[in-house]
């Protein structure tokens, strides 16, 4: 996403030919520094609120909504007295993971932020490269985690300081209102599809250019001679070419399978046994939220540097596995809280009948608990599938220079000396991923799993023989 921003606005970016052409003043490397990095982050996080705030907000009680229409308020008073403060917590928890977005960021200070930009987690980086200067860089990574972790308790303290429930007992649906100010509606409207056109246009442009050559690219310039679909014939067949594919797809498999597995067994623990063995489990499976991704992998660094009895005398640092076990230990708390929710929604009857009749807890376990919460395991490791394949954070401290995954290629395409062969295949990467992320979400979230499994079975379904009779359809009103 910051490679394509780059792509239309930077220096050479399409965006900037057309502005520079407008407006003649306008430099080229006007999308640079400190104003490009917070346009480049405010916009990486609306997922967040796409999510979270569509989800609460359509849980806001409409009766509550009516009576404040029927009791004389304006449309901006029932927004600012009756919907916003239902929707608190989860802009709070939306605020929250923007912050710890922008405070702990990697790539839009490396590739947008220019040489007299600086953040602390690219200090961090350069600072590790180097044996002799990794102290400075632990000493940064500790500043950056106790930022962080004060924004955390400052945060669910003020949480914590209001209500946010409402007061109706019988809730409805929300509906969708009309601006009823014209000017207001207006507007509305125009900055709604101005932010459309700024998410919609860098995606557009790289699926587009993803077809053609590196001269067109470099001038900018379409044509129908321009495209080609030797780009992607390349990625497919060229070993050099699809390497970087290929060890995102299996670091990116390897990760979210193993977190599924170990947590499936590691929540039912928590929530079987609540007493303190579960409680401290439960808080150290949460410690690499409080901790920024900088500061995990130099962790990792510097404590696999040297050979440790517990992964049998070897030096992992520079390896293959250091960058999977800081991919697995990354996605834990994420994973833990969502299962943990899915296993909180399972009756306890059901494992009670099952022990009645016999069955040990390790058959019900896996009779019985483990089909319930299925959907939401398959939900957790589509999400942490997706976001593994174009790990960056994660990949530029722990990647073996041999098996460097999507992250690092895409972003070393963004710097100068890159030549155009480079920038055309990141677009097929970027175009191929999200290919591959739509259709993981639509397999788990958009019923293509059951839709396949369906299409399957059907041709090997039970044929009706001659003896069996359709029966007429039932009257209307009869059951």
């Not at 400052?154 to 014209?182: C, H, W």
């Not at 030797?230 to 060890?247: H, I, K, S």
């Not at 990760?255 to 499936?264: D, E, K, M, P």
Request: charged fraction near 10%; include cysteine; aromatic fraction near 12%.
């Amino acid at each position: 996403m910051v490679a394509g921003y780059n792509f239309v606005y930077g220096s050479t970016g399409v965006m900037t030919r057309l502005l520079t052409w407008v407006f003649p003043f306008l430099p080229n490397d006007w999308f640079v520094g400190y104003p490009a990095v917070v346009f480049v982050m405010t916009f990486a996080t609306t997922g967040n609120h796409l999510l979270f705030l569509t989800a609460s907000l359509a849980k806001v009680d409409y009766q509550t909504v009516e009576a404040a229409k029927q009791m004389g308020a304006s449309q901006w008073k029932i927004l600012r007295t009756v919907v916003l403060p239902t929707l608190k917590p989860t802009i709070f928890a939306v605020t929250i993971l923007s912050f710890l977005g922008g405070l702990s960021a990697l790539a839009a200070p490396q590739i947008v932020g220019g040489r007299d930009f600086q953040t602390i987690s690219p200090m961090i980086l350069t600072f590790a490269s180097s044996p002799g200067s990794r102290d400075l860089a632990a000493a940064l990574a500790i500043i950056l985690a106790m930022f962080t972790i004060s924004l955390l308790l400052l945060m669910n303290r003020v949480e914590r300081g209001g209500t946010y429930f409402s007061v109706s007992k019988v809730a409805s649906k929300i509906e969708k209102q009309k601006i009823d100010n014209p000017v207001a509606n207006l507007l509305v409207h125009v900055v709604s599809y101005l932010l459309l056109l700024v998410y919609i246009i860098p995606p557009v442009l790289i699926v587009i250019f993803s077809f053609t050559n590196a001269d067109t690219i470099n001038s900018g310039r379409l044509t129908l001679d321009s495209f080609t679909l030797d780009n992607y014939l390349a990625v497919l067949t060229v070993p050099a070419a699809r390497w970087p594919f290929m060890v995102s797809l299996g670091y990116a498999t390897a990760a979210s399978l193993t977190v599924i597995v170990g947590l499936l067994f590691v929540v039912r623990i928590i929530t079987k046994y609540k007493g303190f063995l579960g409680g401290a489990l439960e808080y150290l499976m949460h410690i690499p939220w409080i901790m920024p991704g900088t500061m995990m992998s130099l962790g990792l660094i510097l404590t696999y540097s040297t050979p440790k009895w517990t992964v049998g005398g070897q030096v992992l640092t520079g390896g293959l596995l250091i960058l999977y076990i800081g991919l697995v230990i990354g996605k834990i708390p994420f994973s833990l809280r969502l299962l943990k929710a899915g296993f909180a929604g399972i009756h306890e009857n059901l494992e009670e009948a099952a022990s009645l009749l016999g069955a040990s807890q390790f058959y019900t376990f896996r009779r019985v608990i483990l089909p319930l919460v299925l959907p939401t395991a398959a939900a957790i490791t589509a999400l942490n599938f997706n976001s593994l394949l174009d790990d960056y954070d994660h990949a530029i401290f722990l990647a073996n220079p041999f098996y460097q995954p999507l992250g690092i290629f895409i972003k070393n395409s963004t710097q100068g000396e890159t030549n155009a062969d480079g920038i055309t295949l990141t677009f097929v990467y970027t175009v191929l991923l999200m290919c591959i992320a739509t259709t993981v979400m639509w397999l788990v979230y958009g019923g293509g799993a059951g839709k396949l499994i369906r299409a399957v079975k059907k041709p090997f379904g039970k044929k009706a023989t001659p003896n069996e009779v359709a029966l007429p359809a039932a009257p209307e009103g009869v059951a």
